[in-house]
């Protein structure tokens, strides 16, 4: 059964370096996102792309985030200088043509220190 | 934009009990999915409800989208149905609005 994969399952980082979060999306998908959850709270939405453009963003996705779909087949959420409170778990996940299920990957735990 | 509330925020069961989950919410939607969140933090696809019923199994989910709530009905409940019930609606924007989830232990 097609999955999202995300790499790394978790990744731990000092404060103000650069992260780079990355993703394989269900590959006949059209949509990808990413979405964060803080340890206990819900799940929080970031970024919507589709048709290599970002087609919606939260509040949260400020200027030390951004996205990328390098090739066709990676999906990547980068964040410039990390922040003690971007710990979270990051989720990417992806969808067909508007409106249809969304899959989740596994996540990746990001700590802060 | 649209608010999604569960209920109730904890559930704690024996063992082979039946349980219902509710979420309500505040605006029309074009998607509705229920998931399971287990104890290793993955995102788990329940069910794709945006209207009506559908059944896997032991689960079962309910979707009245013109009284804008959806149940989800977990039968003869096993300790590996414990962790946290999320469910997720979209409107007319390009992204999933999660509500704050009910945390359900199965005890044996």
């Known amino acids: 059964e097609p999955e999202v994969t995300q790499t790394p399952s978790h990744q731990v980082t000092q404060m103000g370096q650069e992260v780079i979060l990355r993703c394989v999306p269900i590959?006949?998908?059209?949509?990808f996102y990413w979405y964060r959850q803080i340890l206990g709270q819900k799940v929080e939405f970031l970024v919507s792309f589709y048709n290599n453009e970002i087609s919606e963003k939260s509040e949260i996705f400020d200027d030390q985030f951004s996205v990328e779909r390098p090739d066709g087949s990676n999906f990547t959420l980068k964040i410039r200088s990390t922040k003690l409170e971007d710990s979270a778990m990051y989720f990417c996940?992806?969808?067909?043509?508007?409106?249809?299920?969304?899959?989740f990957g596994q996540g990746t735990r990001l700590t802060v220190v | 934009g649209i608010q999604v509330e569960q209920s109730p925020p904890d559930l704690i069961l024996q063992e082979g009990a039946n349980s219902t989950l509710r979420c309500n919410f505040s605006d029309s939607v074009n998607n509705l999915q229920w998931f399971h969140q287990n104890p290793w933090g993955q995102l788990i696809n329940l069910f794709y409800?945006?209207?009506g019923t559908k059944q896997n199994g032991r689960l079962s989910a309910t979707t009245v989208a013109t009284e804008r709530y959806s149940l989800l009905y977990i039968s003869s409940s096993q300790t590996t149905d414990s962790g946290v019930y999320f469910c997720?609606?979209?409107?007319?924007?390009?992204?999933?609005?999660f509500g704050t989830g009910t945390r359900l232990q199965v005890f044996p």
């Open positions: 996940a992806s969808s067909g043509p508007g409106g249809t299920e969304a899959f």
């Open positions: 590959s006949n998908h059209l949509y």
């Open positions: 997720a609606v979209e409107g007319n924007t390009d992204k999933l609005i």
């Open positions: 409800i945006p209207s």
